[in-house]
């Protein structure tokens, strides 16, 4: 097989028609294996390469393992697709981005990136309001054709679209408002569980006030809900939740969940064992997988 198998394998499931979710479960192996083989992260064995060509032939009569050895362009036509469908990995990091440990973050996003796909709803601080709490919901899914998690995130009907970046036990964020084209950073904590059902970390970005104040802020994320094998609808889904209020409403953040968001920093916080900076040590932290309990405990 050549180095583009991933790429020959990404276009032939879309010429087809199949998830992969649903070619995970036609060959008996882990949506996450079938992930790694678009990436490019890894090949498949002997056994899975004849199950998968198998599996193919059954919708392209005729189709053999010698077929994944054709141009991309054959293979295409072969498929009756066009061959720019796909342009494959970009190891250099997300288009527009380069990155001199791009290839580490493929490595972490292929292992791990998975845990992370889903719906999720932010709680944060209200910047313009002191006291109130707002809410974003954000869409995370690994891009076939980058091999990085792609991040969508909206309140109110303001939608921000960027990459999550894998790295070590740490995501990593860099989105724009594609309204505004404001930018927004994040570092998040990672979880070692198969799935994250809690993340949290810190935000930056600019203030929704007359100057676009540089604002750092505390922020949480729960997921409410995983993806589909239907990436139109989980396209419609994030759109309805990003026309949510974001507002939270008056005492619905439990008080817990305040002072994990809102703490006093500075000289004096310091003088007494607090935090001069806006920081978020490991043993505070909240990310969690599966289990995560309201009060911040697990089961």
Not at 9 to 25: E, P, T
């Amino acid at each position: 097989m050549s180095e583009t198998f991933s790429a020959k394998l990404d276009l032939v499931l879309k010429a087809l028609s199949i998830s992969r979710g649903r070619l995970a479960a036609d060959l008996g192996v882990d949506k996450s294996v079938v992930g790694r083989w678009v990436t490019g992260a890894v090949k498949p064995s002997s056994h899975n390469l004849s199950g998968l060509t198998a599996l193919i032939a059954g919708r392209v009569p005729g189709f053999k393992t010698l077929d994944w050895d054709r141009s991309f362009a054959d293979l295409a036509n072969l498929m009756g697709a066009d061959p720019s469908a796909v342009p494959g990995l970009d190891s250099r990091g997300p288009p527009g981005l380069p990155l001199a440990v791009a290839e580490h973050i493929l490595a972490t996003t292929s292992l791990r990136g998975s845990a992370y796909e889903g719906f999720f709803r932010s709680t944060r601080p209200y910047v313009l309001q002191p006291g109130r709490f707002v809410h974003d919901h954000a869409m995370v899914r690994l891009d076939p054709a980058t091999g990085y998690l792609k991040l969508r995130m909206g309140t109110g009907g303001t939608v921000v679209e960027g990459w999550v970046l894998t790295l070590h036990n740490q995501l990593f964020t860099i989105a724009a408002d594609v309204t505004s084209g404001a930018m927004l950073f994040g570092i998040f904590y990672g979880v070692a569980t198969p799935r994250a059902d809690v993340i949290d970390g810190l935000m930056l970005g600019p203030a929704l006030d007359v100057a676009r104040t540089p604002t750092a802020c505390a922020i949480i994320f729960h997921r409410i809900g995983d993806l589909t094998d239907d990436p139109e609808a989980d396209d419609r889904r994030f759109d309805t939740l990003s026309q949510s209020d974001p507002v939270a409403a008056e005492g619905s953040i439990p008080e817990e969940m305040r002072k994990h968001l809102i703490r006093d920093i500075g000289p004096e916080q310091l003088a007494m064992g607090g935090d001069v900076l806006l920081r978020l040590p490991l043993d505070r932290s909240l990310s969690r997988g599966p289990g995560y309990q309201e009060s911040g405990k697990s089961r």
